[in-house]
């Protein structure tokens, strides 16, 4: 088996002369690709290893074309030889996404990060119009021009790695007629044709806009080719987990159109209508992405965005009578998520506690004792650094230290599975009161994070109390 970590380390030293510090593998979402935080005296910069050569060019060689277009990608350092490897310019940890998802639902008009992502709508076009520009698209991964062949791949990865292992029932040659109506609508749109030269970024969403000293940068393109600018626009603002509201998604097409009026005259109806044909696409498409990655794959934290995946699908359906089949089997799903998720009233109070080992396991204060306690200490301690003595687990910059190498992910879903039956069974049995408790070393960091997600988590999934104690600090 390849050490890329090694293979790195080499690639660093040939490039800069010197010996990296220190290198850790940073966690890559749902990329197969290996990524990793160097750092040296020379420079920081984030090592890649990916086995698919071709792939690998594609992304080197659309960052070096971004960059001569003065769009802001990161700067490529230094290739291996045998093209498995590359260096490239480390943008820090801190994504758009990442911000979106800590807003709490707050309104756009109140959301601290607005200008980074107004600034990144409005790249989208340039980087379809101004990417497009001499590139070459024969050197595009995996395949050249958006056509007939790849939206039924991603239209069987919705049927085959989704819908089939759902169990629902379907009628398969009315699923195909609603697909055929679908292909119709994206290969026939206004500004689109097999001679349109437009770039199709592919993965333009907020989890591969990174901001660094308040401004943007895109990275993740390597999938990019010739193809509708209508996808990129849907996969950003009907992203599941940015979970956007209806003012908010028109708020940032308003944006985009503004910015694309620099490039070419769009009719503004008619663009929102064939993006509505692109956003439901894009939906089908990743619902089969969560399906592989989570069913297939056994990575659970996929599976957390297939309710609101669902809920996108449900609500643009419900103005698009032309796919009444796909209507039917996503009301299908609604329902079956509900049955499973034991939506009903209950009198069950779950306590969620973060806790310090040094001050003891905290008390059941109702009188029944047990619960859950889930010892946090084999996860990597943000406590040891300076930075963050003085932060909780509910700050950004910690939060953004645990989940950079993606540790705490597969802890996290072991507590999930476990939280699920228990509060499913104590549902059932009509029980009253289940604790569970998170500690860690000083009950600040590592325990906070842990006991805010699962209280997040079972919120989100249950109709139960939940009362979140961090016992160590008073909020």
Same mark, same amino acid.
């Given at each position: 088996m390849i050490d890329a970590k090694n293979l790195l380390q080499q690639l660093y030293f040939i490039h800069t002369g010197i010996d990296a510090i220190e290198i850790e593998q940073i966690t890559g979402s749902g990329s197969n690709r290996s990524y990793f935080r160097i750092r040296g005296k020379a420079r920081d910069c984030i090592g890649v290893y990916g086995e698919s050569i071709a792939e690998n060019k594609a992304f080197i060689e659309l960052a070096r074309h971004f960059r001569e277009k003065k769009l802001p990608v990161p700067l490529v350092y230094a290739v291996s030889d045998n093209g498995l490897c590359y260096l490239q310019e480390d943008l820090g940890n801190i994504s758009l996404f990442d911000c979106i998802c800590r807003r709490n639902r707050q309104a756009l008009v109140d959301f601290p990060e607005k200008n980074e992502l107004f600034q990144a709508i409005r790249y989208l076009p340039h980087f379809q119009f101004e990417g497009a520009d001499g590139w070459d698209f024969s050197?595009?991964?995996?395949? $050249?021009?958006?056509?007939?062949?790849?939206? $039924?791949? =991603?239209?069987?990865? /919705?049927?085959? +790695? #989704?819908?089939?292992?759902?169990?629902?029932? /379907?009628?398969e040659p009315a699923l195909e007629d609603d697909f055929d109506r679908l292909t119709h609508e994206l290969l026939s749109g206004e500004l689109f044709s097999e001679n349109t030269n437009t770039f199709m970024y592919r993965d333009f969403q907020s989890r591969n806009v990174l901001i660094k000293n308040g401004k943007v940068f895109f990275i993740d393109f390597q999938g990019g080719q010739r193809g509708p600018v209508y996808y990129d626009l849907a996969s950003f603002v009907w992203q599941a987990k940015a979970d956007f509201s209806l003012a908010e998604r028109e708020e940032l097409i308003t944006v985009y159109l503004d910015e694309l009026q620099k490039f070419c005259q769009a009719d503004a109806d008619n663009f929102r209508k064939t993006l509505r044909h692109y956003a439901l696409f894009r939906t089908l498409q990743v619902l089969g992405a969560y399906g592989f990655r989570g069913c297939f794959e056994k990575k659970a934290h996929f599976l957390q965005s297939i309710p609101l995946a669902l809920k996108n699908a449900n609500e643009l359906l419900l103005n698009m009578p032309e796919y009444p089949h796909l209507s039917k089997i996503i009301t299908q799903f609604i329902h079956k998520q509900q049955d499973d998720s034991c939506n009903v009233t209950s009198n069950l109070l779950v306590t969620v506690y973060s806790f310090s080992y040094k001050k003891g396991?905290? &008390? =059941? =204060?109702?009188?029944?004792?047990?619960? /859950?306690? #889930? =010892? +946090?200490?084999?996860? %990597?301690?943000?406590?040891?650094? $300076?930075?963050?003595? %003085?932060?909780?687990?509910?700050?950004? &910059?910690?939060? +953004? /230290?645990? @989940?950079?190498?993606? @540790?705490?992910f597969p802890f996290l879903d072991a507590a999930y599975a476990l939280a699920d039956t228990a509060v499913k069974r104590y549902i059932e049995r009509d029980f009253t009161r289940l604790m569970f408790a998170f500690g860690c070393t000083g009950g600040q960091h590592r325990s906070v994070y842990c006991a805010q997600k699962l209280t997040e988590h079972l919120t989100q999934k249950f109709a139960v109390n939940v009362k979140l104690i961090h016992r160590e600090f008073c909020m």
């Open positions: 050197q595009s991964y995996p395949v $050249a021009t958006f056509n007939t062949r790849t939206v $039924a791949w =991603d239209l069987n990865y /919705f049927k085959y +790695c #989704f819908l089939k292992p759902s169990g629902i029932d /379907f009628s396991i905290p &008390e =059941d =204060d109702s009188g029944n004792g047990g619960g /859950f306690v #889930f =010892d +946090c200490r084999s996860i %990597h301690n943000p406590g040891r650094y $300076a930075e963050y003595r %003085h932060l909780t687990g509910l700050d950004k &910059e910690v939060v +953004c /230290f645990l @989940e950079k190498n993606g @540790e705490v």
